[in-house]
């Protein structure tokens, strides 16, 4: 049951990880699901963008692409990369801190691991709601 936290190209260290990795392991808990080994590596826009166009053929910035090294039916195993510029610019958009945009991401790319989509309205609805919740039980 591991979690650990990267940084490529970049010099990033998450603020409290001990901290972070016990709110993560606790969603996957109430979300019924195990957890094997999770990566997050924290990177440039430049970064995150070859890894779009590379594995998924898309030719744009996003915060987040989450690779899950799971078969179905086993317990989480992935990699969540995470461009720290983006998180940056979301916070800024959306009228919230680092911490709080930097944190609905992390747990974003866990609800992708355990199942949820966010292609169609209804399910981005429901992801919305789920990271609501979730980022509430932060301490």
């Known amino acids: ?14 603020a409290h990880p001990r901290k972070t990795t016990s709110w ?16 997050y590596i924290f ?5 995150l963008l070859s890894i779009n ?16 090294n799971a078969k179905k039916g086993q317990p ?6 995470i461009s720290i510029e983006r998180v940056k610019e979301n ?16 747990i974003h790319g866990i609800l992708h691991l355990l199942g949820y989509k966010d292609k169609k309205p209804d399910d981005k609805a429901l992801m919305r709601k789920k990271e609501e919740a979730y980022l509430s039980l932060r301490k």
Do not use: P
């Open 1 to 14: 049951m591991a979690v650990r936290f990267f940084s490529e190209e970049i010099t990033f260290k998450i």
């Open 24 to 39: 993560i392991k606790e969603v996957i808990k109430k979300e019924k699901g195990q957890l094997d080994e999770l990566n």
């Open 43 to 47: 990177c440039s826009d430049k970064y």
């Open 53 to 68: 166009q590379q594995y998924l053929k898309h030719n744009t910035l996003t915060d987040i692409i989450t690779f899950s």
């Open 76 to 81: 989480i195993s992935g990699d969540i990369y």
């Open 91 to 106: 916070a800024k958009q959306f009228k919230t801190s680092f911490d709080e945009e930097l944190h609905r991401v992390i």
